[in-house]
């Protein structure tokens, strides 16, 4: 098992930490900005690599069928478990909605997909490129509902989804595939540029946005703000992986699609998650604290379970 695990950190995670600590060491020194790293990253390199990946992807209708069923299972089963502890904690509405953004949303994006391609390979992102769709579609719709709660407006959370370059990204790749039309040879390896680059841009995004947790989670919190956030990574770290192998288990996922759905449900709290608390208030500090530690933690508890499923 210790073989194993260092290898795992070897190979995986030696070279995810590169970018991360790149990252981190230029917004320590140089106070660069990351905000348009982000948006770079979320529209142009992001559709870019979800276009190529299911342009080219070996995904079945079996894959897509299983792993919808499962974003819904857990979303609702995460929902419950974090609303019934937010209930016997007596946690005030804020830090209720704080507590479900960092139990039901995961950094599958900038953190997920560069750790599945690495520990899993091609075959794995193929697999993960549907269930991070999924998840870009239920955080702008149902996160800003859980965020927001009594002044949550559908109409803008469903608009908001199609401002989103990378569901445009997969609509175009369905068609294609559907029809049996291949992009031009030109195009085609244009695309293929911008979404090898998505990798290495999103870990250093990472890694500036921890630093930049890491300074504004010294702020003092509250009881109930202590409450929920060591409730939080209890939920997210622990409880949360223990449900979806559970969830997986029944349904009888097997094989790859088991190991990218678990690994990708298991990641730490999602760096958007913090986004929408401090929009609609749903205790900002608590979920930026969540983010930063859920990571760290993430470097331990992944390679155990990547090592366990190899």
């Not at 921890?210 to 703000?225: C, F, Y």
């Not at 202590?226 to 097997?254: C, D, E, Q, T, W």
């Amino acid at each position: 098992m210790l073989q194993t695990f260092i290898s795992t950190v070897y190979h995986v995670f030696l070279p995810i930490s590169l970018p991360v600590i790149g990252g981190a060491l230029i917004r320590k020194f140089k106070k660069i900005d990351t905000k348009p790293l982000s948006v770079l990253s979320l529209y142009i390199l992001s559709p870019a690599l979800i276009l190529d990946t299911l342009l080219k992807a070996n995904i079945t209708y079996g894959d897509v069928t299983q792993t919808t069923l499962f974003c819904i299972i857990n979303l609702l089963l995460l929902w419950g478990i974090s609303t019934g502890v937010g209930k016997i904690l007596s946690l005030p509405p804020a830090e209720r909605s704080g507590l479900t953004l960092i139990t039901l949303f995961t950094n599958c994006v900038n953190y997920g997909l560069p750790l599945v391609l690495l520990a899993l390979g091609q075959a794995g992102l193929d697999k993960a490129s549907v269930y991070v769709i999924i998840q870009i579609i239920i955080v702008n719709t149902i996160g800003v509902y859980f965020a927001a709660r009594s002044h949550f407006s559908m109409k803008q959370a469903t608009l908001s989804v199609f401002k989103l370059p990378s569901i445009y990204a997969a609509a175009i790749a369905m068609i294609l595939r559907m029809t049996n039309v291949e992009l031009p040879q030109g195009l085609d390896q244009g695309v293929s540029m911008l979404a090898g680059a998505y990798a290495s841009m999103a870990l250093i995004v990472l890694g500036a946005q921890m630093v930049s947790a890491n300074k504004q989670e010294s702020a003092t919190l509250t009881s109930s703000m202590n409450k929920a956030f060591y409730a939080g990574l209890v939920l997210r770290m622990i409880l949360s992986p223990l449900a979806s192998a559970l969830i997986l288990y029944i349904m009888g996922v097997r094989g790859i699609l088991f190991d990218v759905l678990l690994i990708l449900s298991s990641m730490p709290a999602a760096v958007n998650a913090v986004i929408l608390a401090e929009q609609f208030d749903a205790a900002p500090k608590v979920v930026t604290k969540c983010i930063l530690w859920t990571t760290l933690a993430s470097f331990i508890m992944l390679p155990l379970m990547i090592g366990w499923m190899q």
